[in-house]
C-alpha cells in the first residue's frame, strides 16, 4: 500500500543533572532517574495527553538489575503513564538515547504511531563499564577485534597513533576550552532550564536535591598536563582530556509534525536525517567521520550547510580527529558553544538526547542556522549522527 | 538530660543545606533517620528529640529561604519512642517527657523563617504532632497511614496534637482522629482522606514528591502559592465534644481515662492559648503516664505487636508441610466464610463438600457472592477475583479431598459425627495430610481416637466474625505430631491470624473464659437479681459489649451446648442455667436496640435473692481469677500472657485492661481469690 513519509521533530528534551560515579548519586538508583526526566517532560507540556504517549524507548548499555528489566517499560509504569503505554529498552552503548531517537523516529515516520518519548540512563557508579560482559572467546583466536579494542581509553591512544598530528597539547586544550564554555554556559543560565533536580538520599546526611552536575572542574594547562596516562605509559589520554565516568540520564519527546501541529506541542527541531555505521573497533573515535558523511549524503547536504555542531566528547582526540577531517578549526563557535562531555559528563547510553536538547536550545537562538548536527562515536567500532532543521530558521544565512 | 532512655533507637535529624532552583539563599532540609530500614521505623525519644533540637539550631544559625522536615523512605516519623515509659519512675520524669518534645516542636511553630513538613511516610503520634506544628505541609499521597493513636494506648496526643489539630481541621475532624478512631481497633487516615480533611496544603505523587515539596516551597517563599485554609468552625465545637463524650460514656461507661482525658484537651483548644493548652497537655500526660491503664496498655501493645507474632511453644517452623490444596467439611456458614479466608490467604484450590449438592451450592454460592462484592466496593481487583472465582469449588463426593494436604471439618458439633468424617476422610486422603477441626469445645485427642493417624489430627479454632477477629487457638491434641502442629501454625500465619498453643481442655481458653463469666452473671439473675442490674453490672470495665449483647452475638444454643460441656467437665464451677436453656429454646433476639427484649424478660424464672451490681461484677470477676488460675495450673496455655492475648484478639477485650489479668491484678482480685498475682508488679502496672 502506498504511503507517505511523515516529518517527525524533536518537541522537548531534559535530563537530570551529571553526577560523578561514586558521587551526589550513588544512593540513587538508576531507573529513578530516567523516571524523573519522563515525568518532567509530561509536566513541561501539559497539552500533551499521557495516553497519546504509544511509545517509550529507553537505552542503557548494562542492561542489569535498576537499568534491566526492559527499563523502557517499566519506567514507563513507575512514571505513571498509563498502562496501556508501552516501552522497551534499546542499547547501542554511548549512542543508546540517540538510537532511541532515531528508531521512534523510524516508527512516527513509517506511521506506526505519532508520539514516543525516547531517553537513556546510565548509572556508571552503580554499573561500571564492562559489568557483566562475556567476550566470545572467538574475538581473540581469530584476532577478530585487538583486545585493546574493548577498554574505551585504549582506543583513544589508539587514535592517537593514528592521527600523530594531534598533540596531547591540543588535547588538553580542547578539554580546557570545554571546561571553559561550560563554566561560562552555567553563569549565563543556558544550561539550567534543561534540568531535572533530583532528590539524593545518603543514609549519613539525609535527604538533598541535585541540581547542578558534578562534574565540570576549574583546571589549568598546567594541571591537566600534570594528569597520569592511565591507559598506556606516557600516553596521551588522561581524565582531563576525556569524559568521566558519569550516573545522569535523558528523556526526550518525539512527536509527528502534523501531530504536534494537533496539540500544539512547540516544535524545537525538525529530523532530516541519520546514519549509523561501522568502524575499525580499536580506534573507534572516528566513528562520527563516515555516519556524518552518510547523513549528510542523504540529506543532499555538505558540511558547510551544517550551522551548528554538538558532538560528544568522549575523548578530545576523536572530536579533533572529526574537525580536521572536515576542516573545522579547534575553537570553530559553531562547534559545542557551551562546552561538551569533558565538562559535563557522559553517562554512555544518555548521552545522544542531551546532545539534542542543546542543539535545540542553540536553534532557538540561532535562526540564522539552518541545519545543525549531533554525532557520537560509538565502542566496539561505530559512529552514529543526526541532522536537524531549525524551524526558527528564518531564511537569511546557511 | 534525666530522661535516660537506655533502649532508645535514635532518630536522628540530619540537617542539608539544599539549593532549590528559584530561590537565592540555600533551604535547610532535615531528615529524620534511625539508621535502619522502613521496617524499623522513625520513632523520637530524648535522644532524638536532642538531634532536632540541634539541627533546628544550625538550620537557623544558616540563615536558610525555609527549613522543611521529612522523613527516610516510605517513614516519616510513627511517634513517641515507647520503649522507655515503662522505666520511668517518677511522675516529673513524665511531665518532662511532654515538655521537651513541647518545647523543640514548638521552634518549628514559632520560627521566623517558614517551616515545612514534608510528610512522604507514615507519620502517626508524634510524628504527625511534629508536622503539625509546621506553618505548611505537603503529604505524599503514597504515605502509608496517618494517625493519632495514643488514646488507644492510654496516653493523649501530648506534643501539642489536640491543640493544633483542631485548630487545623475544625473539632469534628479532630474528635474522629485523636478519639473515635484509635477506639475503633486504632483505624489510620489515607492520605487522601488526611488531605480532604485540611491535614495538608498539598497531596503530591509518590514518584517524585520530595523535588514537587521542594519546589512548592519554593513557590510558597516566592509568593507565587497562596495557602488558604478553610476556617475552623467554633459555634458547633461544644455540641461536637457533649456529642462525643455522650457516644464514649454509652460505650466505654467512663473506663478509658484517656479518652476523657483528650476530649477536655479538645474542649480547652477552642479558646485557650496554645501554652496553656500544652501545658495542660503536659499535666495530662503525666498523670496517664503513671495510670494503671496506661500500663496494661504498653503490656497489651507489646503482646500484640510481639509475642503474637511469636507464638509460645510453636515447634520449629521447618517442620511444617506445604499445603497446596485445602479442604472443607460442611458448606454451611461457617465452612464458606473458611473457603473463602483460605482461598484468598493461601491461594490454592479449595473444595468444599457436604451431604447435598443443594448445600454445596450454596456455600460456593456464598462464596462468589463475598467476591462480587468486594469487587464491587473496589477492594479487590478482577484478576484476583478471577483467581479466586477458579479456587473455590465444590462437590458432594469427598473424593475430591485426595490430593487435600489440610483439611479442616466445620460440620455440627457432636464428637461422634466429627469422628465419623475423619474415618470416612483417612480413607480418602494421604497419611500426612492435616486432619483439622473447627470446634470450639469438643476434645482434640477423642475426635482423633480410633483413627490409623492420629497424630495429624490438629484443632483449629476460628472466632466469629472470621474475617473480623484474628485470634486463632491452635489446639494440640495428646498424639498430635510436631509436623502437623508446625503445619497448622505455618497455615495460621499465612492466614494472617495470631495463633496461640492451647492444651485439649474443654473449650480451650476463650469460651472456656467467657462461659464462666456469663456464667456468673446468669447465675445472678437465675438467684433474682433483676436482668438490667445484671447486664450493666460490668459497664465499669468498658468491654466492648454488655453480657446479653455477647449472649446474642455467640448465639444462646451455641452458649448453651458449649456450656453443658464445660459443666460436664467441672460441675463445680459451670453450672447450667434453666433460664439461659429458656431464652436458647425460645429462640427470640435477646437485645433489640439496645434494649432488653420484654419478651425474653418474661420467660425468666427467677429467685428472691437478688444481687448488687456490685457483687455481680466481684462474683464474675473472682470466677475469672479462679478459672485462669486452674487453666495455668492445668497447662491449658503457657502463661498468663497467652490468656490477655486470646481475650484481646477473640473476644476484643481492651487495652486499657491488658486482656484482663493485669486488671485482676491491680484490682487485688487475684490475691485475693488465688493468693498470689499473675504477672509481677511493674509488667503491665505501675512499678510497686
Known sequence: MPREVRDVVFVDGVRTPFGKAGGMYANTRADDLVIRCIRELLRRNPQLPPERVEEVAVAATTQIGDQGLTIGRTAALLAGLPKTVPGFAIDRMCAGAMTAVTTVAGGIAMGAYDVAIAGGVEHMGRHPMGEGVDPNPRIIAERLVDQSALVMGATAENLHDRVPHITKERTDAFALASQQKTAKAYANGKLQDDLVPVAVRDPETGWGLATVDEAPRDTSMEKLAALKTPFRPHGKVTAGNAAGLNDGATASLLVAEETARELGLPVAMRLVSYGFVGVEPEVMGVGPIPSTEKALRIAGLTIDDIGLFELNEAFAVQVLAFLDHFGIADDDPRVNPWGGAIAIGHPLASSGVRLMTQLARHFAEHPEVRYGLTAMCIGIGMGGTVIWENPHWEGEAK | ?688
Open chain 2, 1 to 688: 538530660m534525666s530522661l535516660a532512655a537506655p533502649n532508645e533507637v535514635v532518630t536522628k535529624a540530619l540537617l542539608r543545606l539544599v539549593d532549590v532552583p528559584g530561590l537565592d539563599r540555600p533551604a535547610a532540609l532535615i531528615t529524620l533517620d534511625n539508621g535502619f530500614d522502613h521496617k524499623k521505623p522513625n520513632t523520637l525519644g530524648p535522644g532524638g528529640l536532642t538531634s532536632l533540637d540541634e539541627a533546628i539550631t544550625a538550620a537557623h544559625a544558616a540563615k536558610p529561604a525555609f527549613i522543611a522536615v521529612t522523613g527516610k523512605p516510605y517513614i516519616f516519623c510513627v511517634g513517641a519512642d515507647l520503649t522507655g515509659l515503662p522505666l520511668l519512675t517518677d511522675r516529673a520524669q513524665a511531665l518532662e517527657i511532654g515538655q521537651l518534645g513541647h518545647r523543640v516542636f514548638a521552634r518549628l511553630r514559632d520560627s521566623g523563617v517558614p517551616t515545612f513538613a514534608f510528610v512522604n511516610g507514615a507519620a502517626m503520634g508524634g510524628g504527625l504532632e511534629l508536622a503539625l506544628h509546621c506553618h505548611y505541609r505537603t503529604l505524599s499521597a503514597g504515605a502509608a497511614a496517618l494517625a493519632l493513636p495514643e488514646v488507644s494506648l492510654g496516653i493523649v496526643p501530648g506534643w501539642g496534637g489536640t491543640q493544633l489539630l483542631p485548630n487545623l481541621v475544625g473539632i469534628p475532624a479532630a474528635t474522629q482522629v485523636i478519639i473515635q478512631n484509635p477506639l475503633m481497633q486504632n483505624k489510620m487516615l489515607k492520605p487522601k482522606q488526611a488531605a480532604e480533611m485540611g491535614l495538608a496544603d498539598v497531596l503530591l505523587e509518590p514518584a517524585d514528591f520530595l523535588e514537587r515539596s521542594l519546589e512548592w516551597a519554593a513557590g510558597v517563599i516566592r509568593g507565587e502559592h497562596t495557602v488558604t485554609r478553610p476556617e475552623v468552625d467554633r459555634e458547633m465545637w461544644d455540641g461536637v465534644l457533649f456529642f462525643a463524650k455522650q457516644t464514649l460514656d454509652a460505650r466505654l461507661h467512663g473506663a478509658v481515662p484517656s479518652a476523657n482525658r483528650a476530649l477536655e484537651l479538645l474542649g480547652l483548644a477552642k479558646e485557650t492559648d496554645f501554652a496553656t493548652g500544652t501545658a495542660a497537655e503536659d499535666e495530662a500526660l503525666a498523670d496517664l503516664i503513671f495510670s494503671s491503664e496506661l500500663r496494661s496498655g504498653l503490656y497489651a501493645f507489646d503482646l500484640v505487636q510481639r509475642r503474637a507474632k511469636r507464638p509460645a511453644g510453636a515447634p520449629d517452623r521447618d517442620l511444617a508441610r506445604p499445603v497446596t490444596k485445602v479442604g472443607i467439611v460442611g458448606a454451611g456458614l461457617m465452612a464458606s466464610q473458611l473457603a473463602l479466608l483460605f482461598a484468598r490467604r493461601l491461594q490454592v484450590p479449595v473444595v468444599l463438600t457436604d451431604l447435598d449438592q443443594a448445600r454445596v451450592d450454596k456455600g460456593v454460592a456464598y462464596v462468589h457472592e463475598q467476591i462480587e462484592k468486594s469487587v464491587s466496593k473496589g477492594r479487590m481487583d478482577k484478576g484476583t477475583a478471577a483467581r479466586l472465582y477458579g479456587l473455590v469449588s465444590g462437590s458432594v463426593d469427598k473424593s475430591v479431598f485426595a490430593d487435600a494436604d489440610f483439611v479442616i471439618e466445620a460440620v455440627f458439633e457432636d464428637l461422634n459425627v466429627k469422628k465419623q468424617v475423619w474415618a470416612e476422610l483417612e480413607k480418602i486422603v494421604a497419611p500426612e495430610a492435616v486432619l483439622a477441626t473447627n470446634t470450639s469445645s469438643l476434645s482434640v485427642t477423642a475426635m482423633a481416637e480410633g483413627l490409623e493417624h492420629p497424630e495429624r489430627v490438629v484443632g483449629f479454632h476460628f472466632f466469629n466474625p472470621v474475617a473480623v477477629l484474628p485470634l486463632l487457638e491452635i489446639v494440640r491434641g495428646e498424639q498430635t505430631d510436631d509436623a502437623t502442629l508446625a503445619t497448622a501454625f505455618a497455615v495460621g500465619k499465612q492466614l494472617k491470624k495470631s495463633s496461640v498453643l492451647v492444651k485439649d481442655a474443654p473449650a480451650f481458653v476463650v469460651n472456656r473464659l467467657l462461659t464462666r463469666f456469663l456464667g456468673t452473671v446468669f447465675a445472678a439473675v437465675d438467684a433474682g437479681t433483676p436482668l438490667e442490674v445484671a447486664n450493666n453490672a460490668l459497664d465499669p470495665l468498658g468491654l466492648p459489649m454488655r453480657p446479653l449483647a455477647l449472649l446474642q452475638l455467640v448465639g444462646p444454643a451455641v452458649a448453651h451446648h458449649v456450656g453443658g460441656i464445660l459443666h460436664a467437665a467441672f460441675p463445680d464451677r459451670f453450672g447450667v442455667s434453666e433460664n439461659l436453656k429458656r431464652i436458647a429454646e425460645a429462640g427470640k433476639p435477646i437485645v433489640v436496640d439496645d434494649e432488653i427484649n420484654a419478651e425474653v424478660a418474661d420467660l425468666l424464672v427467677v429467685g428472691d435473692q437478688p444481687l448488687t451490681a456490685e457483687q455481680v461484677r466481684q462474683n464474675a470477676l473472682d470466677a475469672l481469677a479462679q478459672e485462669i488460675r486452674l487453666m495455668l495450673d492445668e497447662g491449658v496455655v503457657a502463661e498468663a500472657q497467652d490468656i490477655d492475648l486470646c481475650l484481646i484478639l477473640g473476644a476484643g477485650w481492651p487495652f486499657h485492661l491488658g486482656g484482663v489479668t493485669p486488671y485482676l491484678d491491680r484490682t487485688g482480685t487475684t490475691e485475693r481469690v488465688t493468693g498470689k498475682r499473675f504477672l509481677p508488679a511493674g509488667v503491665a502496672s505501675l512499678p510497686a
